[in-house]
Protein backbone atom coordinates (compact mmCIF):
# COMPACT_ATOMS: atom_id res chain seq x y z
CA UNK A 1 0.00 0.00 0.00
CA UNK A 2 1.39 3.62 -0.37
CA UNK A 3 1.98 5.60 1.87
CA UNK A 4 0.30 9.23 1.52
CA UNK A 5 2.29 12.27 2.59
CA UNK A 6 0.60 14.59 5.12
CA UNK A 7 -1.26 17.35 4.27
CA UNK A 8 0.38 20.83 4.71
CA UNK A 9 -1.83 22.69 7.10
CA UNK A 10 -0.29 26.13 6.90
CA UNK A 11 1.49 25.03 10.46
CA UNK A 12 5.40 25.45 10.26
CA UNK A 13 7.02 21.95 10.30
CA UNK A 14 8.70 20.89 13.25
CA UNK A 15 12.32 21.21 12.49
CA UNK A 16 15.27 19.00 13.84
CA UNK A 17 16.80 19.68 17.07
CA UNK A 18 20.15 20.25 15.71
CA UNK A 19 18.20 23.12 13.24
CA UNK A 20 16.63 24.38 16.28
CA UNK A 21 20.16 24.96 18.07
CA UNK A 22 22.04 26.20 15.00
CA UNK A 23 18.98 29.13 15.15
CA UNK A 24 19.25 29.71 18.41
CA UNK A 25 23.49 29.76 18.22
CA UNK A 26 23.15 31.88 15.06
CA UNK A 27 20.24 34.24 16.03
CA UNK A 28 19.61 34.19 19.76
CA UNK A 29 16.08 36.20 21.37
CA UNK A 30 18.48 37.72 23.73
CA UNK A 31 22.95 37.99 23.03
CA UNK A 32 24.32 37.28 26.67
CA UNK A 33 28.13 37.65 27.94
CA UNK A 34 29.42 34.78 26.31
CA UNK A 35 28.06 35.87 22.79
CA UNK A 36 30.12 39.27 23.60
CA UNK A 37 33.45 36.80 24.72
CA UNK A 38 32.99 34.38 21.70
CA UNK A 39 33.10 37.97 19.47
CA UNK A 40 35.76 39.16 21.26
CA UNK A 41 37.82 36.13 20.91
CA UNK A 42 37.20 35.50 17.53
CA UNK A 43 38.01 39.14 16.55
CA UNK A 44 41.33 39.08 17.92
CA UNK A 45 41.92 35.72 16.50
CA UNK A 46 41.85 37.29 13.24
CA UNK A 47 43.90 40.53 14.50
CA UNK A 48 46.95 37.91 16.00
CA UNK A 49 46.76 35.83 12.46
CA UNK A 50 48.77 38.78 11.24
CA UNK A 51 51.16 39.15 14.00
CA UNK A 52 54.82 37.93 13.61
CA UNK A 53 56.77 37.53 16.77
CA UNK A 54 56.07 39.78 19.67
CA UNK A 55 59.73 40.94 19.13
CA UNK A 56 59.69 41.96 16.34
CA UNK A 57 56.30 44.15 17.08
CA UNK A 58 57.96 46.18 19.81
CA UNK A 59 61.22 46.36 17.46
CA UNK A 60 59.43 48.00 14.71
CA UNK A 61 57.43 50.28 17.27
CA UNK A 62 59.99 51.49 19.13
CA UNK A 63 62.36 51.88 15.89
CA UNK A 64 59.89 54.12 14.38
CA UNK A 65 60.45 57.88 15.28
CA UNK A 66 57.52 58.42 17.67
CA UNK A 67 55.55 61.57 18.93
CA UNK A 68 56.57 62.54 22.44
CA UNK A 69 53.40 62.06 23.93
CA UNK A 70 53.19 58.48 22.36
CA UNK A 71 52.64 55.76 24.84
CA UNK A 72 55.53 52.67 25.63
CA UNK A 73 54.44 50.11 24.24
CA UNK A 74 53.53 48.18 27.00
CA UNK A 75 50.18 50.39 27.29
CA UNK A 76 48.28 48.99 24.38
CA UNK A 77 47.26 45.62 25.57
CA UNK A 78 45.82 46.85 28.79
CA UNK A 79 44.24 49.45 26.46
CA UNK A 80 42.71 47.40 23.90
CA UNK A 81 41.44 44.96 26.79
CA UNK A 82 39.81 47.77 28.54
CA UNK A 83 38.39 48.65 25.42
CA UNK A 84 36.85 45.97 23.62
CA UNK A 85 35.29 44.55 26.96
CA UNK A 86 34.18 47.88 27.58
CA UNK A 87 32.78 48.34 23.85
CA UNK A 88 31.73 44.50 23.82
CA UNK A 89 29.23 45.38 26.44
CA UNK A 90 27.83 48.39 24.42
CA UNK A 91 27.29 46.07 21.61
CA UNK A 92 25.56 43.49 23.54
CA UNK A 93 23.12 46.23 25.06
CA UNK A 94 22.49 47.68 21.37
CA UNK A 95 22.23 43.96 20.15
CA UNK A 96 19.54 43.11 22.78
CA UNK A 97 17.03 46.46 21.91
CA UNK A 98 13.92 45.67 19.58
CA UNK A 99 14.74 45.43 16.46
CA UNK A 100 13.11 48.35 15.17
CA UNK A 101 14.21 50.84 17.68
CA UNK A 102 15.46 53.87 15.42
CA UNK A 103 18.93 54.18 15.12
CA UNK A 104 20.09 50.68 15.23
CA UNK A 105 20.74 49.07 12.16
CA UNK A 106 23.41 52.47 11.04
CA UNK A 107 24.63 51.67 14.87
CA UNK A 108 25.33 48.18 14.31
CA UNK A 109 26.39 48.80 10.74
CA UNK A 110 29.06 51.52 12.24
CA UNK A 111 30.27 48.60 14.89
CA UNK A 112 31.01 46.16 12.61
CA UNK A 113 32.89 48.42 10.38
CA UNK A 114 34.83 49.54 13.63
CA UNK A 115 35.25 46.04 14.56
CA UNK A 116 36.47 45.04 10.76
CA UNK A 117 39.11 48.03 11.32
CA UNK A 118 40.02 46.89 15.16
CA UNK A 119 40.61 43.25 13.47
CA UNK A 120 42.67 44.37 10.40
CA UNK A 121 45.12 46.98 11.61
CA UNK A 122 47.78 44.74 12.80
CA UNK A 123 47.97 43.62 9.46
CA UNK A 124 48.42 47.05 7.73
CA UNK A 125 50.62 48.09 10.65
CA UNK A 126 52.61 45.08 11.60
CA UNK A 127 52.73 42.99 8.65
CA UNK A 128 52.62 45.82 5.74
CA UNK A 129 54.25 48.23 8.00
CA UNK A 130 52.25 50.92 6.45
CA UNK A 131 52.19 54.30 8.48
CA UNK A 132 49.85 55.65 6.07
CA UNK A 133 47.55 52.80 5.87
CA UNK A 134 48.40 52.62 10.34
CA UNK A 135 46.86 56.50 10.43
CA UNK A 136 44.07 55.82 7.79
CA UNK A 137 42.76 53.21 10.01
CA UNK A 138 43.11 55.07 13.18
CA UNK A 139 41.74 58.00 11.74
CA UNK A 140 38.91 55.64 10.31
CA UNK A 141 38.01 53.87 13.70
CA UNK A 142 38.06 57.55 15.20
CA UNK A 143 35.60 58.67 13.27
CA UNK A 144 33.23 55.73 13.44
CA UNK A 145 33.30 56.29 17.22
CA UNK A 146 32.51 59.30 17.43
CA UNK A 147 29.52 58.49 14.57
CA UNK A 148 28.69 56.11 17.08
CA UNK A 149 28.69 58.09 20.11
CA UNK A 150 26.30 60.44 18.73
CA UNK A 151 23.92 57.83 17.01
CA UNK A 152 23.75 56.39 20.75
CA UNK A 153 23.28 59.16 22.35
CA UNK A 154 19.55 59.27 20.91
CA UNK A 155 18.63 55.59 22.02
CA UNK A 156 21.04 54.56 24.76
CA UNK A 157 23.19 56.38 26.93
CA UNK A 158 24.79 53.48 28.70
CA UNK A 159 26.11 52.91 25.01
CA UNK A 160 27.73 55.89 24.62
CA UNK A 161 29.38 55.25 28.25
CA UNK A 162 30.40 51.92 26.53
CA UNK A 163 32.77 53.80 24.22
CA UNK A 164 34.30 56.32 26.29
CA UNK A 165 37.30 54.69 26.58
CA UNK A 166 38.16 53.49 22.87
CA UNK A 167 37.21 57.67 22.13
CA UNK A 168 39.53 58.59 24.50
CA UNK A 169 42.50 56.13 23.51
CA UNK A 170 41.82 56.88 19.81
CA UNK A 171 41.97 60.33 20.79
CA UNK A 172 45.35 59.81 21.88
CA UNK A 173 46.20 57.28 19.04
CA UNK A 174 45.46 59.43 16.20
CA UNK A 175 47.57 62.06 16.56
CA UNK A 176 50.36 59.85 17.31
CA UNK A 177 49.58 58.03 14.21
CA UNK A 178 49.41 61.03 12.21
CA UNK A 179 53.08 62.17 13.90
CA UNK A 180 54.53 58.72 12.59
CA UNK A 181 52.73 58.90 9.10
CA UNK A 182 54.76 62.44 8.82
CA UNK A 183 58.04 61.47 10.34
CA UNK A 184 58.45 58.11 9.41
CA UNK A 185 58.90 56.46 5.71
CA UNK A 186 56.25 54.18 4.39
CA UNK A 187 57.15 50.96 2.32
CA UNK A 188 54.44 50.05 1.15
CA UNK A 189 53.10 53.45 0.24
CA UNK A 190 56.19 55.38 0.04
CA UNK A 191 56.44 58.98 0.77
CA UNK A 192 59.47 61.13 2.27
Known amino acids: MKQ ?5 TGQ ?10 AQGALFPQQYRWWHGLAFG ?7 A ?26 VFGPAWTINNISVL ?17 PLLWLQGA ?31 TICS ?3 AS ?6 VLSLVTLFLWLSLATPVAAYQMIYNEDPLLGNG
Open 12 to 21: PLEASPLAHF
Open 149 to 151: MLL
Open 41 to 47: LAANAVS
Open 114 to 144: SWLIFSTFSYVYFNKRSPILAFTWTGGMYIL
Open 49 to 74: LSLGRRTDQQRYYEGLKQAPFAPPGW
Open 89 to 105: WGNLRLLNLPADTPQRQ
Open 4 to 8: QSPKH
Open 154 to 159: KIDRKI
